[in-house]
């Protein structure tokens, strides 16, 4: 019987969770293939991070680009099903929650494929947020749900799912933030940029709700703009937040004292300087997660976060574009006032280890 199995990537954040678990599926000489949606086309947002992260060339390459949630969605589906037509793999795993997981994930269950889904059960309640509706959508129809922190088999179980199909695995991010870590620290990341170690914030930004819309943005500027003030920022700048800071004409509003704008960067850049820096304010999930394990405050321009473990016991502070909100703390950190993370466990480097050990024993083993 065939003992193929596919692992979906398409966008950004899925490079980082998927790069463990091909190591470690080479590693037990389990046969899978990589299938890349092409969600994301952009070099920079998409190829440097396989080459950062030590990733193989994809089996298959869907090819599908950008477009809106609806078209890219269908677009993604159209394409999956016909690999799966030919190649029948016996399990389908998909990672996070962009329009890629969720669309495979539909496939493979009306193909009658098992689907595996790495990073289920984390909630915002938004549902003002496309990725909220995938998360909820791929974790209903999913065999195998491989969770990060205790909330989310609370969530989970809520919603109907049985105990029996969730797995309590730790935060595969934190494996490949592990294993890349000493690497990236060898980079001259800071020369490049003319930053000097923990004197600088880090700054990424690119959620809908944030820069599509101009009233919010606007806010946002105002905390950058202050933050300028009190310490450098260091801004690689995601497309749809350049585009939309031109469209609104706010580059006329935001200061240019003490900023340094980039075009977006590699993974190990990026974590040489996340590591390096002395506080990050950020709208991406994952990067909630990584600050926390390397206990650099971090501040969330958005009103929840589907990881609350960051909060709770990370150093996540959840700001959304509330200016006296950053502010306060802005100032609580610069004047070494703020929280310090605690350890969160299973976010050790050995989910992927987990996972794989887990496949092998429910779905390989005969």
């Known amino acids: 019987m065939n003992k193929l199995i596919h692992i979906i990537a398409g966008a950004r954040p899925n490079f980082m969770k998927i790069a463990p678990l091909i190591q470690e599926f080479q590693k037990e000489n389990i046969e899978y293939k990589l299938i890349h949606t092409g969600q994301h086309y952009d070099y920079n947002m998409s190829k440097i991070f396989f080459e950062n992260l030590g990733i193989p060339e994809p089996n298959i390459y869907l090819n599908v680009g950008s477009a809106s949630h609806a078209i890219q969605t269908a ?170 800071l031109v469209k609104f004409k706010l580059n006329k509003k935001l200061q240019n004292k003490n900023i340094c704008l980039s075009e977006p960067i590699g993974y190990l850049d990026f974590l040489n300087l996340m590591s390096n820096s002395r506080f990050i304010l950020t709208d991406s999930g994952g990067i909630q997660e990584e600050a926390s394990y390397l206990k650099i405050p971090v501040l969330t321009l958005r009103k929840n976060t589907e990881r609350p473990i960051t909060v709770d016991i990370g150093t996540n502070t959840v700001i959304g574009n509330n200016f006296y909100k950053a502010k306060a703390c802005i100032d609580d950190i610069l004047s070494n006032n703020y929280k310090e993370s605690k350890k969160i466990e299973k976010w050790d480097g050995n989910t992927a280890k987990r996972i794989v050990a887990i496949i092998k024993e429910r779905i390989l083993s005969d």
């Open 75 to 244: 677009k993604i589906m159209i394409e999956f099903e016909k690999v799966l037509l030919n190649e029948k793999p016996r399990l389908v795993i998909v990672v996070g929650d962009v329009n890629s997981t969720l669309a495979c994930a539909l496939v493979a269950k009306k193909r009658f494929i098992k689907v595996a889904h790495v990073e289920a059960g984390l909630r915002s309640f938004d549902m003002s947020m496309p990725e909220e509706i995938n998360r909820l959508l791929t974790d209903q129809i999913a065999d195998f749900l491989f969770i990060t922190e205790k909330s989310a088999e609370i969530n989970l179980k809520r919603e109907g799912i049985s105990s029996e199909k969730i797995y309590f695995v730790g935060n595969i991010m934190i494996d490949t933030l592990i294993m890349n870590l000493k690497k990236a620290k060898t980079l001259n990341s800071l020369k490049k940029f003319n930053l000097k170690k923990s004197k600088y914030a880090l700054i990424t930004l690119h959620r809908p709700s944030n820069v599509d819309i101009k009233e919010n943005f606007e806010k946002i500027i105002k905390i950058i703009n202050y933050l300028q003030e009190k310490i450098q920022i260091f801004f690689p700048i995601h497309p749809r937040t350049q585009k939309n």
